[in-house]
């Protein structure tokens, strides 16, 4: 929880950084926005081949050696004098550095929790909620301190002491430590030579193999819907500080929003995770994309504080519930045994819906001057993708 809190804390800050960066270099918000692309990018390319690392030789390795790397970048920003240097930093070593942290995670935490799995993923997915609306205010008070680059040098440290030192605390699964997971029940064994009883988990890796679940239509089915959904959530998170501070609202009322958009999320991990235990995980991915598509139909006509706000709370609800619930569908269809694979490869997906959303975001502004239509975009997109849950029918068995 404490790392995907700094990890959210580094990624949903960047759209405050944006104004100092064009005041300072005269850069577009084009040219900027296709720095996070650029860092969308490099976790669509990683996620896969991590996954599949990990399901073999397990997290705490490549966390800790992905995370110096995505420290290193958030460092040398400091330095940055030249555009192609923050796409290298920022883009490239962050983006790679930080591509497997939610992937690894999740994945571990589902393979510890067997029962009440949707509530656990979504405890250790409020990370992402607390981290974003503690940060958001704390960049935007570094910036007016240090400037933007004191403010990056700051993450750097503080993703240092909370992001690399406790990777070294986590386990692949509770066999490692002779446990078993979360709410599944021992099986009893009597030895013939000394009558002891051992306690024997149940197989923690059943379900089907890559070569079957790419076979499958639910599995292109989640990629899309993941996909679309992130192009509206980075689009969001990218350009809500300059949609707002654009109308002339305050800046550290405008960061504010990021604030209440991670307290909001707080709350749909939680609440969409318990309906994802008792409903199952499909309704609760269809409850999220129809909170997505009412806030962003919402967000087009907001034009003063209130309005960003109502709107900054519903989305929250939506992202909240939507990315814990990444491990808990792909596990419910195809359950754990190549779970690191399949967790990679919606992140991937995912991630190329994040690499558009805030370039998309930045052309739409130039050309229009406005960001209505793009968020008037998003709200199609959201459409879309409630329609394409409900073509998640059962896996037939094979």
């Excluded at 205010?137 to 040098?153: K, S, T």
Aim: net charge positive; with cysteine; proline share 4%.
């Amino acid at each position: 929880m404490v790392m995907l809190g700094m990890l959210a804390g580094i990624v949903y800050t960047f759209g405050i950084f944006f104004k100092s960066l064009v005041t300072e270099f005269g850069w577009s918000r084009t040219a900027i926005s296709g720095v996070l692309t650029t860092y969308w990018i490099c976790h669509a390319i990683l996620a896969i081949p991590i996954g599949w690392i990990s399901d073999r030789y397990g997290p705490r390795r490549l966390l800790l050696v992905c995370n110096l790397l995505g420290v290193s970048g958030l460092i040398l920003i400091t330095w940055v004098s030249s555009l192609w240097q923050i796409y290298l930093f920022y883009g490239v070593m962050v983006g790679c550095g930080f591509a497997g942290t939610f992937v690894l995670l999740t994945a571990t935490t589902a393979r510890w929790f067997l029962r009440r799995r949707g509530l656990a993923l979504g405890i250790v997915a409020c990370g992402i909620g607390l981290g974003t609306m503690a940060t958001a205010p704390l960049v935007e008070r570094l910036i007016i301190w240090f400037d933007w680059r004191g403010a990056y040098f700051g993450l750097g440290m503080m993703s240092f002491a909370t992001m690399v030192l406790p990777a070294l605390l986590i386990y692949r699964e509770p066999s490692v430590l002779g446990l078993l997971p979360y709410g599944q029940s021992p099986v009893i064994l009597e030895t013939e030579t000394n009558n002891r009883t051992l306690r024997v988990g149940q197989d923690n890796n059943k379900g089907y193999s890559v070569k079957d679940i790419i076979r499958f239509e639910q599995y292109w089915i989640i990629l899309a819907i993941y996909m679309l959904f992130f192009t509206c959530m980075q689009m969001a998170m990218t350009h809500l500080f300059n949609y707002a501070t654009d109308l002339g609202i305050l800046g550290t009322v405008a960061a504010s929003f990021i604030s209440v958009a991670g307290g909001s999320s707080i709350v749909g991990r939680l609440g969409i995770g318990m309906v994802s235990d008792h409903l199952g995980p499909k309704p609760a991915v269809g409850l999220c994309l129809s909170l997505s598509l009412i806030s962003f139909v919402f967000s087009v006509f907001a034009d003063a504080a209130w309005m960003f706000y109502v709107f900054a709370m519903i989305f929250g609800l939506t992202y909240g519930g939507l990315i814990p619930l990444m491990p808990g569908i792909t596990s419910h269809f195809f359950g754990l045994k190549s779970l690191g694979f399949v967790v990679g490869a919606t992140m991937a997906a995912a991630s190329l819906g994040g690499a558009i959303g805030p370039l998309l975001g930045g052309v739409i502004f130039d050309y229009t001057g406005s960001y209505k239509a793009a968020f008037a975009l998003a709200a199609g997109l959201s459409l879309t993708g409630i329609v394409l849950t409900f073509l998640l029918r059962p896996l037939r068995p094979r």
